[in-house]
């Protein structure tokens, strides 16, 4: 009995895969003009920094929220925002997130957020995009700009929500913003990455 269960639950996902694959449109004409906001679980915010010139290392700041104004047919009028909060900074090292989250480092009880503020939005090609706008960290607003690429979008078939995905990164300098803790032994250069899942308010 177990194995025939076993054999329809199989039968019944496997039926499913190629609806959950269509769901998704890779063709940036067909996306959804309107107000959305970060979809928080299926969005992430990574960097890596040079660890002493040995080994490249990893984290990111869960729980990010946003507002993107999307119009698609006239990119450039769009608006983005990030919030990111500087205490969720996670490592893998519980110590380590404690050392970065303080004052030492990105002191987050003086600077609890790290926000990005699109200003400008410049088509590069049928998917990509170069976003200039202001970054503020650790207390420190200075212009940055990111490269954006468009993944997909559509109805997620598990909530039912329209929702739109792309990655926002770049390189930006800590010390441009004050955080100049064991320099030059912990590199200066950060790599950022925004993965984000935008849903359609």
Known sequence: MFRSFAFSAAVVIAA???VVAQEASHDPASVQEGAYSIEPAHTRVLFSVSHMGFTNYYGEFPNARGALDLK???LASSTLEIHIPTASVSTGNAKLNGELASAQWLD???FPEIVFKAEKITPTGKTTANVTGALT???VTRP???AAKFHGAGVNVLDKKYTVGFDVSGKIKRSDFGVNTYLP???DELDLT???AFERN
Request: glycine share 10%; aromatic share 0%.
């Open 108 to 110: 987050a009880e003086r």
């Open 137 to 139: 960290l650790h207390g």
């Open 185 to 187: 032994l912990i590199g």
């Open 72 to 74: 698609p047919k006239a």
């Open 16 to 18: 499913s895969l190629p």
């Open 194 to 196: 925004i993965a984000a």
């Open 144 to 146: 940055v700009t990111l």
